[in-house]
């Protein structure tokens, strides 16, 4: 299962970064997420700002933006 951060333009919507979480950070994920069910993972989710700092850290990239909407969905 792959987990992918995505970027969005506030105001046009236009993807603009997609970024996958690496692997090795599944369980963290869990985690950060506050998954208590296993189809929780399978769901997509808007960021807080404190999930997005751990995600930049994770990935190195920079994900947030006052004109960004930032999420975190299942691709596989």
Known sequence: ????????DRQTEDLLLSVEVPDGRHEALKVLM???????EFDGYNLSSEQIRVLEDWTGKSLTCANHIVQLVCTE
């Open 34 to 40: 506050d998954w208590q069910h296993p189809e929780d």
């Open 1 to 8: 299962m792959k987990h992918t951060v995505e970027v969005f």
